[in-house]
């Protein structure tokens, strides 16, 4: 296999509040990998470093504590994560005030992996989220007030109120579905990835910047699950442009992340199938970034697929119905003191990016947009009653809806199985 260039710095997250503390890995200090030819190595353990030689990666020069960032980039993932944590919130109080319905999953504490790989991406890069997509969403370009019009249900969301919290979808913004089964995103995003190298090799359509990337976004719960392993194995045997970005928030649900998996490194699984596997802090967007460029560098060149492990946590529970009392208070602490935005929000300020009055300034026109979407999708019509039905039945006349133009359900003949169709 030619040798190939990834230099991304691996950055691990302190562990020390993990659940399940007496699996707990010892902090590392940076290092950085290139990807080489296939060779079995050990991880070394020196003292309290770990460095590791996988299948496919091996040390390289250390890279800085931080990539360099400019001013606008900087105040760019400043306003995109600030967005993306104050629509959550106003999510949280829209749902207890009964604006919205069903399960609402939130991403707050987790913004720094969704801003740090997204806002690397071009118009014609696809995503593909989970459940817990609205800050993805966002990220990806779809205005506040068509995915708050989506939440409420009405005909001006991104879905005409068909998708809900969980199915956030938009086409002009390669938004290709927030997906409630864990899992079942990662196929499609593979699909995703397979038309972008069958346009670039077989059609000649790509862009001047070489093949079109897809995100799969998933978290640590989806790697025990066959769709994550067999789309692993496909995407690395034709090269497809994808990575793979775990957000693992070290709980699945209720379930601890080291309770359940058999070795708690999911970015190892990456080497075993012959693609670089990288473990990032996912509470520093700037860390976050760096690895997310090189792997979507290396995609668009035509290189394969990438598995990241973004380290991260959620400050609330795994939906608004979930009263979050299985993690402990001291690990919920010590994850909200690593606060992604408090975290990028003091890095600015001290590499005199930008003013505390200029931060300030990003934060209230954030607020003005997040409640502008509150006003809009309240305002906002329902979906009409004709559009019960469609993208339900390939032709909705002709089954759920008769030749007299009413829906064949309100037939207590349909109910019983007798209705003519």
């Not at 309290?48 to 760019?76: C, F, G, I, N, Q």
């Not at 058999?262 to 970034?289: N, Q, T």
């Not at 505390?356 to 019509?381: C, N, W, Y």
Request: aromatic share 8%; charged share 25%.
């Amino acid at each position: 296999m030619a040798a190939a260039s990834f230099t991304a710095a691996k950055f691990l997250a302190p562990v020390a509040a993990r659940s399940g503390g007496d699996r707990a890995r010892p902090s590392p200090a940076p290092s950085a990998f290139a990807v080489r030819p296939l060779r079995r190595g050990p991880a070394r353990r020196l003292g309290s470093v770990m460095a590791v030689s996988s299948d496919v990666l091996k040390a390289a020069p250390a890279a800085t504590a931080y990539p360099a960032v400019t001013r606008e980039e900087a105040l760019e993932l400043y306003e995109d994560m600030i967005l993306g944590r104050n629509f959550e919130d106003m999510c949280a109080q829209m749902y207890y005030r009964g604006k919205m319905f069903g399960f609402v999953h939130l991403y707050n504490g987790q913004e720094a992996v969704s801003t740090g790989f997204i806002k690397q991406l071009n118009q014609p890069d696809c995503v593909v989220s989970t459940y817990r997509d609205h800050v993805h969403a966002l990220s990806k370009g779809v205005p506040a007030r068509a995915v708050m019009a989506e939440l409420f249900g009405k005909a001006t969301g991104c879905c005409r109120g068909q998708g809900g919290s969980m199915h956030m979808f938009s086409e002009p913004h390669n938004l290709l579905g927030g997906f409630a089964f864990i899992g079942e995103g990662i196929p499609v995003a593979t699909g995703a990835a397979f038309a972008a190298k069958y346009r670039h090799e077989v059609l000649k359509q790509s862009s001047p910047d070489g093949l079109d990337v897809t995100l799969a976004f998933f978290g640590d719960g989806t790697c025990n699950n066959g769709q994550f392993f067999e789309c692993l194995n496909m995407a690395q045997l034709w090269k497809l442009p994808i990575i793979f970005v775990v957000e693992n928030n070290l709980w699945a649900i209720g379930m601890s992340h080291l309770r359940s998996t058999s070795d708690p490194e999911i970015w190892k699984k990456g080497p075993a199938f012959g693609m670089p596997g990288v473990h990032v802090d996912g509470m520093d967007v700037l860390k976050v970034r760096e690895v997310a460029k090189e792997a979507i560098d290396r995609a668009r060149r035509g290189e394969g697929p990438t598995l990241v492990e973004c380290e991260t946590y959620r400050f609330r529970g795994h939906s608004l119905a979930d009263p979050d009392e299985l993690r402990r208070p001291d690990e919920k602490s010590h994850y909200a003191a690593r606060d992604p935005i408090t975290s990028l929000k003091k890095y600015i300020i001290e590499q005199n990016l930008a003013s505390e009055a200029e931060l300030k300034s990003i934060e209230k026109k954030i607020d003005d947009v997040v409640e502008e979407a509150v006003e809009f999708a309240d305002a906002s019509p329902l979906p009409p009653r004709s559009q019960l039905l469609e993208n339900v039945f390939a032709d909705p006349k002709g089954f759920g809806i008769g030749p007299d133009g009413k829906y064949r359900c309100e037939d207590p003949k349909f109910t019983q199985g007798t209705a003519q169709v």
